[in-house]
């Protein structure tokens, strides 16, 4: 079974720092794209990162450039998010997601429909 855990969110003050989780099972790791997305209420949700082509370093959304980092653990299966200097508008649901990487190459997305699974999300709530 494909599953895809987040784990990590809570209620941080602003420019406090939050290190999100997302647990990968039931599916070969490597072959599979992970993106962070997030969803605050009454919005659509929205990319926060990606890997970038080949699949080795890292796209950021505008937003969260030079804030969030990704990183990753093959051997836990396991990617991070690591998300310092919060803002009051960075609250939100969190989720990561997984797009399958096509032959031809991981062409690099932050919309939501690219990805084939995703997890239940995790609360992140930064106060003023």
């Known amino acids: 079974e494909v599953q895809l855990v987040e784990s990590g969110g809570g209620l941080v003050q602003a420019g406090g720092s939050l290190r999100l989780s997302c647990q990968a099972s039931g599916f070969t790791f490597e072959n599979y794209a992970i993106g962070w997305f997030r969803q605050a209420p009454g919005k659509e949700r929205e990319g926060v990162s990606c890997p970038n082509y080949k699949n080795i370093n890292t796209y950021y959304a505008d937003f969260v450039k030079g804030r969030f980092t990704v990183s990753s653990d093959n051997a836990k299966n396991t990617v991070y998010l690591q998300m310092n200097s919060l803002k009051p508008e960075d609250t939100a649901v969190y989720y990561c997601?997984?797009?399958?990487?096509?032959?031809?190459?991981?062409?690099?997305?932050?919309?939501?429909?690219?990805?084939?699974?995703w997890g239940q999300g995790t609360q992140v709530t930064v106060s003023s």
């Open positions: 997601a997984a797009a399958l990487i096509p032959l031809w190459g991981w062409v690099p997305t932050l919309h939501p429909g690219g990805y084939d699974f």
